[in-house]
């Protein structure tokens, strides 16, 4: 019997090891765990002639199986790199079965025809049809690209893309390799979102509990009993960051769960260039690698002057490629932990593969706070006798609020005001051009501009985080010119019934794009009216974030809005076309918050 047990036990390893090496094979070749690295990667696709398939797939993690929108056969998606000036050449065909399918380029400078969006740039691919982008390759970087149809993009059509330059690289480095971010569910989005609009916190696992407070609250950190109460009168969580969570998404490093230990490889004292890369549906990240201190030198595919930071947020859809060197013969951690602290992707820099490092605990979960309904700057010492009532005979109208409008409340003392019965979406505050109806349920009453504010948990962590005020452009910003005009987009929401728009109008609603006139410098202001993170995404360009560095501010294609704060940008609408203009949150966008930018005239046509 010894012997059978022993054989059977046998036989099962071998299965299992069978399983891992047919498994290990839906993963491309840069993704896979013990790489050496993509700089001389030989199956990278290139050329002129690239063959893209999209089509479904099994994908494990987990010990679990489940069905994945892949392209060729793997998730993620093959690496594309190609070089700043050749032709960029790729025939994709859809083999989803009774589903169009597409690819979006995403923040690569493209004619709006090869741009990838369904019903705005072109009709998408049927089933068992091609298409075929090309175009020429305006930059370089490091980009990605993914599914604009249906949610082929939460379902894991997501791929990286580098274009090298076709000078010298500024960045110097030994080694690289490419970290997509993304996260994996086995519950499809249609019913993620049906169990939202049902009940926004569904995914929720950690809210705040009294047990909770008297089993292992700590005294230091725990809220208040009258901010409780707050909350509660205003029917909002303080603990509701993330509108998915670790509860059902497992968060993948090149498609590797935290439990696979993905691992790139290295040698003590190279310089190693990391492309990170979130291609999440709907999962903000904290980054950092303990032990190793972190060189940003590029954001959204555009090259900064290198700055140091021990750990940085990367929002969904945005990119940063930084530079490490681990000077020890050790394995180090890279933490990619969800911003509201329900999970973490893992992976791991090693000399030699089967190396592992501490995996940090995850960090106490933040909480949202007056700041993030808007309401920064405000003093709350003595608000006591001051109720809804009363706020509301205050002339809101006359502050105002475009850039920097909303000072005119900083010093306004609410210390005494009932904040249970105040009212969160006071019209009066509302631009004449913004609908304020159901899919609204609250108005900022102070945004302050976000861009040297730390991310949301990242605030009092003890060692140096990245803002978007650290990153200054390595070149002169290409158009010097000052804008001739500024609009204001507001960022609306109703987080009770899973509503998302810009200036309160979802896109189904929305009769009219957003329009500029080609070549015209504009300064547009998103400005956040709800408790939620927003990636804003504008296709087809970049922008220069409004950051204190005039002449050189960082120019990306993604902007994160945090709660209750607004931002700047200057926009240059020098690409013809029409523009997909969103939240890169999946949900969001499918929900409403889309809208599309017409940059006129085009090509041939009379101003």
């Known amino acids: 019997m010894a012997d059978f047990v022993d054989r059977r036990k046998l036989l099962q390893a071998g299965a299992l090891g069978a399983a891992s090496l047919s498994l290990s094979g839906l993963f491309p070749s840069w993704a896979r765990s013990g790489t050496q690295g993509v700089l001389r990667d030989p199956k990278a696709l290139s050329g002129d002639n690239i063959a893209l398939t999209i089509g479904p797939a099994p994908f494990s993690v987990g010990g679990r199986t489940g069905r994945a929108i892949t392209v060729n056969g793997t998730l993620p998606s093959p690496l594309i790199r190609l070089r700043e000036g050749e032709t960029f050449r790729v025939a994709v065909t859809n083999t989803v079965e009774?589903?169009?399918?597409?690819?979006?380029?995403?923040?690569?400078?493209?004619?709006?025809?090869?741009?990838?969006?369904?019903?705005?740039?072109?009709?998408?691919?049927?089933?068992?049809?091609?298409?075929?982008?090309?175009?020429?390759?305006?930059?370089?970087?490091?980009?990605?690209?993914?599914?604009?149809?249906?949610?082929?993009?939460?379902?894991?059509?997501?791929?990286?893309?580098?274009?090298?330059?076709a000078?010298?690289?500024?960045?110097?480095?030994?080694?690289?390799?490419?970290?997509?971010?993304?996260?994996?569910?086995?519950?499809?989005?249609h019913t993620m979102i049906a169990k939202l609009k049902k009940a926004e916190g569904y995914f929720n696992y950690q809210?705040?509990?009294?047990?909770?407070?008297?089993?292992?609250?700590?005294?230091?950190?725990?809220?208040?009993?009258?901010?409780r109460l707050m909350w509660g009168r205003m029917r909002m969580d303080p603990t509701d960051i993330a509108d998915v969570t670790g509860s059902t998404y497992t968060y993948l490093v090149n498609g590797h769960g935290p439990d696979e230990n993905w691992t790139?490889?290295?040698r003590p004292g190279e310089r190693v260039r990391l492309r990170f890369i979130n291609a999440s549906a709907m999962s903000i990240f904290n980054v950092r690698i303990p032990g190793l201190p972190i060189t940003v030198v590029q954001a959204d595919g555009n090259n900064v002057r290198p700055v140091t930071v021990d750990e940085f947020m990367?929002?969904?859809?945005?990119?940063?490629?930084?530079?490490?060197q681990p000077m020890e013969d050790r394995a180090f951690t890279i933490v990619a932990e969800s911003t509201d602290r329900s999970g973490i992707g893992r992976g791991t820099l090693a000399p030699r593969l089967g190396m592992s490092a501490e995996v940090p605990p995850l960090r106490p979960r933040p909480t949202l706070g007056m700041d993030d309904m808007g309401m920064a700057g405000m003093s709350h010492g003595s608000m006591g006798g001051m109720s809804s009532g009363s706020m509301a005979g205050m002339d809101h109208g006359a502050m105002g609020t475009g850039q920097g409008a909303g000072d005119a409340m900083s010093g306004m003392d609410m210390g005494s005001m009932d904040m249970g019965g105040m009212n969160m979406r006071d019209e009066s505050l509302a631009p004449p051009d913004m609908k304020v109806g159901v899919g609204v349920d609250m108005i900022a009453m102070n945004p302050q501009d976000s861009a040297g504010k730390p991310p949301l948990g990242l605030e009092n962590v003890g060692h140096r985080v990245l803002?978007?005020?650290?990153?200054?452009?390595?070149?002169?910003?290409?158009?010097?010119?000052?804008?001739?005009?500024?609009?204001?987009?507001?960022?609306?929401?109703?987080?009770?019934?899973?509503?998302?728009?810009?200036?309160?109008?979802?896109?189904?609603?929305?009769?009219?794009?957003?329009?500029?006139?080609?070549?015209?410098?504009?300064?547009?202001?998103?400005?956040?009216?709800?408790?939620?993170?927003?990636?804003?995404?504008?296709?087809?360009?970049?922008?220069?974030?409004?950051?204190?560095?005039?002449?050189?501010?960082?120019?990306?294609?993604?902007?994160?809005?945090?709660?209750?704060?607004?931002i700047s940008f200057d926009l240059t609408a020098d690409n013809p076309g029409d523009w997909a203009f969103h939240c890169h949150l999946d949900f969001h966008m499918h929900a409403g918050m889309f809208n599309v930018v017409t940059v006129r005239p085009l090509d041939g046509e009379a101003a």
């Open 314 to 324: 990367i929002s969904v859809a945005e990119t940063y490629d930084v530079i490490v």
């Open 207 to 227: 809210k705040q509990t009294l047990a909770g407070l008297l089993r292992d609250g700590d005294p230091e950190q725990m809220m208040p009993l009258k901010d």
């Open 264 to 266: 790139g490889l290295f």
């Open 98 to 165: 009774g589903e169009d399918a597409s690819i979006h380029w995403h923040g690569v400078l493209v004619p709006f025809q090869m741009d990838g969006v369904p019903g705005v740039s072109f009709p998408g691919i049927k089933p068992g049809e091609t298409f075929v982008y090309k175009f020429p390759i305006r930059h370089s970087g490091t980009f990605w690209y993914h599914s604009h149809s249906n949610f082929h993009l939460a379902l894991g059509q997501v791929g990286p893309l580098i274009f090298d330059p």
């Open 467 to 566: 803002v978007y005020t650290d990153l200054v452009a390595l070149e002169p910003n290409p158009d010097p010119r000052q804008p001739t005009r500024s609009m204001e987009i507001h960022l609306t929401g109703n987080m009770e019934r899973f509503m998302w728009s810009f200036d309160g109008r979802k896109f189904s609603s929305i009769v009219e794009p957003i329009r500029f006139a080609r070549d015209e410098r504009v300064r547009v202001t998103l400005v956040n009216d709800t408790m939620m993170q927003h990636p804003i995404h504008l296709h087809g360009h970049f922008f220069d974030v409004v950051n204190g560095h005039p002449g050189h501010y960082p120019r990306k294609h993604t902007v994160n809005v945090l709660p209750g704060t607004k």
């Open 167 to 189: 000078g010298p690289d500024p960045v110097e480095y030994d080694r690289e390799h490419v970290i997509v971010l993304s996260d994996w569910s086995f519950m499809h989005p």
